[in-house]
């Protein structure tokens, strides 16, 4: 398949992602920071190096998939970072979820190294991740994106360059804020339906292919009605991401203030020890204020 690829991150999102490109026949080398999560994809052919410096060693193109800016910047700069294995014309994409202003100075010290960069930040839950049906929103240069572009056709369905370094992130807090937004909106739409006696199915059935409809309400509403809040994204995680709305909104002047009204609410799962839950919990903290549950004979 030509060049060598990286991957650094296996988790939620990144195992699927990785997997992927092994089936899409990417010679692949791996580093997660728990070593067992590399395991299953050794058995599948992958290399497993020893740190982000023995990845970048072994690859042409290293992906980046971990959680928050700190993290980036560790796998990049690090003592047994990237950049430490490193060499002049090797590309890093980062698929993390970080601050638009941190990634632009993360690809201007690689720029300063001689190392290409590109923010590719990616949504469609850890459903897309494994099916290879991801959106991906590219930052940086056309032909670094091109280049990389064998890779995102192996793990996405949807590819768009969005303009320079950075401002992949910023359209990922666009998406960011749009998710939350609709998550919020089926929420309490299932509570009216509940507390209103409709049977929530064929509520669901009826709505969800019209102009109230969203990938949201089609993937995780059954979800809410079904009681199943095991995680395509976490809501710690999406926290993160909402933090990172409100500062990148904050630096801006934009009011936020539904945004940072389901920031709140998620604090409370959050302080209530649902953090591991999926982010369609929000519904939660939503029965909690209202005394009932969806699902559970609100109108009664």
Known sequence: MGERIGFIGLGIMGGGMAANLLGAGFDVTVWNRTPAKSEALGAKGA?????????????????????????VREVIFGEEGVARGAREGMLVVDHSTIAPGETKRIAEELRGRGVRFV???????????????????????????????PCFNAMGKAVTHVGPAGAGQLVKAVNQTLVVGTTLAMAEAFLLA???????????????????GSWMLSNRGPQIL??????????DLLQKDLRLVLETADELGVPLPGT?????????????????????????????LAGFEVGAGGNE
Do not use: W
């Open 260 to 288: 940072a009204l389901i920031f709140q609410l998620y604090r409370t799962l959050q302080r209530a020890g649902d953090g591991d839950r999926g982010n369609h919990g929000l519904v939660l903290a939503l029965e909690r």
């Open 47 to 71: 290399k497993r190096a020893a740190s982000p410096r023995a990845v970048a060693e072994a690859s042409d193109i290293v992906l980046v998939c971990v959680s928050d800016t700190p993290d």
């Open 194 to 212: 509940e507390a209103g006696g409709l049977d929530l199915r064929k509520t669901l059935d009826a709505v969800k292919d019209g102009a109230a």
């Open 119 to 149: 923010d590719a930040p990616v949504s469609g839950g850890s459903e897309g991740a494994a099916k290879g049906t991801l959106s991906i929103m590219a930052g940086g240069e056309a032909e670094d994106i091109e280049r990389a572009m």
């Open 226 to 235: 079904d009681r199943d809040f095991r995680p395509g994204f976490t809501i």
